[in-house]
């Protein structure tokens, strides 16, 4: 079930994030989270969010998934859902040496330079 962000979706969101993420971005995950907007979703499935998107603003801060879900979908479903609901939509960060993620981006219409 896709749905908006909630505050009690706060910590499951977090610990994926750190399972993502370098820790050094954690105060970075905090200002995102304060300031997203009612755009923001996530996935929820079996009552366990599987993946989620921060959007502040026009620009998609972060967008995870479970790593233990990964590849099934969840991902596309929910940048899908956010490309549909925010208007020129800008990514804040793509990280360069991730070439299978900034192929996915592409592959999803965003334009990197």
């Known amino acids: 079930m896709l749905r908006p962000l909630c505050h009690y979706d706060y910590a499951r969101c977090k610990s994926m994030f750190h399972d993502v993420f370098a820790e050094s971005e954690d105060d970075d995950f905090v200002k995102a989270w304060a300031n997203k907007s009612d755009t923001s ?27 233990s879900m990964q590849g ?19 990514l804040t960060t793509a990280y360069d040496e991730d070439k299978m993620l900034l192929n996915w981006y ?6 990197l330079s």
């Open 41 to 67: 979703a996530c996935i929820v499935e079996w009552g366990v969010t599987m993946a989620f998107a921060i959007v502040c603003d026009r620009y998609l801060d972060y967008i995870v998934t479970d790593e």
């Open 106 to 111: 592409k592959s999803k219409g965003f334009y």
């Open 72 to 90: 099934r979908g969840y991902g596309s479903m929910l940048l899908d859902h956010i490309v549909n609901s925010v208007p020129n939509l800008y």
